[in-house]
């Protein structure tokens, strides 16, 4: 029967499941039944955010309130949807009328915290996860954003020990810790295998540290697995005796240890960081030379990145000014569904897609040897770049990732990379008005 509660529980069924837009499709059937039930509101509201209909969301959230206001759970995700939102001063302000009317509620301290987190205040962040640890000292959410907010701040040795309760949390990284483990057992003749985690950046960023590790523990080889797209470039690793893909189950080692975990082992802190570069390097045998007027420097863009869990993103159209000079050439690196954005604002005869010459990091590489200066979104290419030791600008979110730390206009593990921030959330202006100045004073 397509009564409302037939419709709203298949609604949840389907939420619960991850398929986001149909439900929404039918919480708004539902709702058609009684356009006030709160619970419809609400659960509409949370798949519009899952599905960033954020506006959408905030109508759903603030009807629902209206009609009533004494529900602490439908505040609470307005104060999430508005930390998303990046409307940090109105996220605070839902969460205090959700502790007001739920003071028991376990959960408001942790939502607070993560409001001062992603609005770059990480004192305040961490004496939030600090006061859920007293209570709860497993509490593996709050020692893992106490760990990214220890790393924002410079304190590696802190932040990495808390890093570890990364396991706890991530299923897609638990299953980096296997029967195999290494727990600090001698390595003489012994062989340990390298898991790669996360992102395409973390992998480039941390794989500096293998021969930290080497160098302190001496095992007789290393293997490291990796993502295909990066097999090729990580071979360049002077501390790596073997690397395979993911996709390699087959391996012989003796133990096993994640690639993330190597930083708190050999107790990495930001005065001793080993930022030296580059420490990868492009491979012989590439036909990858970009043909380009001798006479003017070579220029790569990037603007688009990763858009889960922020949208590290900008629009082409913003630097379009970079263009105006005749002093240099432009070259796109951009993939994915963004890189027909050259085609669709007409900038094609301006701007060299080569796209079609990347497969993988060590094309990439390559073709990024050939440029005086790269300009880039936070991105896995970025890494790459710094990696190699290659002149780069890289435009950063308000909340950016925790390895850029705060105010800063430099990298400190890659000393070629220039940074330029959001000042304000959701505004590309600042940061993209001074990178054009620079860039104009560069040439």
């Known amino acids: 029967m397509n009564t409302k509660s037939s419709i709203f529980n298949t609604a949840i069924t389907l939420h619960k499941a991850k398929k986001i837009p149909e439900a929404i499709k039918l919480y708004e059937k539902a709702l058609k039944f009684d356009s006030k039930c709160t619970d419809t509101l609400t659960n509409l509201g949370a798949a519009l955010k899952e599905n960033n209909q954020f506006n959408a969301a905030l109508t759903c959230y603030k009807k629902s309130i209206m009609i009533d206001p004494g529900r602490a759970s439908t505040w609470t995700n307005l104060g999430n949807l508005y930390c998303s939102m990046q409307l940090f001063d109105n996220a605070l302000d839902a969460h205090k009328n959700a502790a007001d009317l739920a003071p028991e509620s376990p959960g408001h301290l942790f939502n607070k915290g993560l409001v001062y987190f992603y609005s770059n205040k990480l004192d305040e962040a961490i004496y939030h996860f600090d006061e859920i640890l007293t209570a709860e000292p497993n509490n593996a959410q709050a020692h893992w954003h106490k760990a990214l907010s220890l790393l924002g701040q410079g304190k590696l040795s802190e932040g990495f020990s808390e890093y570890e309760w990364r396991f706890k949390i991530n299923s897609s990284i638990s299953k980096f810790k296997g029967k195999k483990d290494w727990k600090g057992e001698p390595l003489e003749n012994r062989s340990i295998l390298i898991t790669s985690e996360q992102g395409f950046g973390d992998i480039i960023q941390f794989s500096r540290y293998i021969a930290h590790f080497k160098n302190k523990y001496r095992p007789a080889k290393i293997i490291l697995q990796t993502r295909d797209e990066l097999v090729e470039i990580l071979e360049t690793l002077d501390s790596v005796d073997e690397v395979v893909s993911n996709k390699h189950q087959i391996i012989t080692y003796d133990f096993s240890l994640a690639l993330l975990s190597i930083p708190n082992i050999?107790?990495?802190?930001?005065?001793?960081?080993?930022?030296?570069?580059?420490?990868?390097?492009?491979?012989?045998?590439?036909?990858?030379?970009?043909?380009?007027?001798?006479?003017?420097?070579k220029v790569g863009l990037i603007w688009a990145g990763k858009t889960t869990p922020k949208d590290r993103s900008c629009r082409l159209e913003d630097l379009l000014p970079l263009l105006y000079t005749h002093s240099a050439e432009f070259f796109s690196f951009q993939l994915g569904d963004r890189r027909s954005d050259i085609n669709q604002i007409g900038v094609s005869g301006l701007i060299t897609d080569l796209g079609d010459k990347i497969s993988n990091f060590a094309d990439t590489a390559t073709l990024m040897k050939?440029?005086?200066?790269?300009?880039?979104?936070?991105?896995?290419?970025?890494?790459?770049?710094?990696a190699l030791g290659i002149k780069t600008w890289v435009l950063l979110l308000f909340c950016s990732d925790w390895r850029w730390l705060l105010n800063r206009t430099n990298s400190p593990w890659y000393p070629?990379?220039?940074?330029?921030?959001?000042?304000?959330?959701?505004?590309?202006n600042d940061a993209i008005n001074q990178l054009i100045s620079d860039f104009n004073n560069y040439f």
């Open 266 to 297: 050999v107790n990495i802190s930001i005065d001793d960081i080993g930022n030296e570069v580059p420490y990868l390097k492009t491979l012989g045998g590439h036909d990858k030379k970009i043909n380009a007027n001798s006479a003017t420097k």
């Open 370 to 386: 050939q440029m005086d200066l790269l300009i880039t979104v936070d991105s896995g290419p970025a890494h790459l770049a710094g």
């Open 416 to 428: 070629t990379l220039k940074l330029y921030r959001q000042t304000k959330p959701n505004c590309w």
